[in-house]
């Protein structure tokens, strides 16, 4: 962060992005980023995670999100070139 302060995001108010922070992640995570501020700032509210860097930590929910964590019962039709279903 180049001096920038943070503001505090999500219910709880727990959560920290600087401007360019929210931004980045907004470009990234169009879709998906204020679901994941939510979840972030419950998850952090209920357990009382301490991160170093809550950008970072968005980024990681993303990756499980993405490997299709919370999609339980939803079958994988992905396939390949050539592949028929």
């Known amino acids: 962060m180049s001096g920038e302060q943070p503001a505090p995001f999500g219910r709880y108010k727990n ?3 600087s401007e360019s922070e929210y931004a980045e ?3 990234e995570y169009p879709d998906r980023l204020e679901r994941f501020i939510e ?11 301490v991160y170093a860097n809550h950008a970072a ?7 499980r999100d993405r490997k299709g ?9 992905s396939y390949k070139e ?3 279903l």
């Open 82 to 84: 050539g592949e028929s």
């Open 15 to 17: 959560l920290f992005l």
């Open 69 to 77: 964590t919370g999609k339980k019962g939803i079958p994988d039709y």
């Open 25 to 27: 992640l907004k470009g």
């Open 39 to 49: 979840e972030l700032s419950e998850f952090i509210a209920a357990y009382g995670k």
């Open 57 to 63: 930590a968005i980024r990681m929910w993303a990756r």
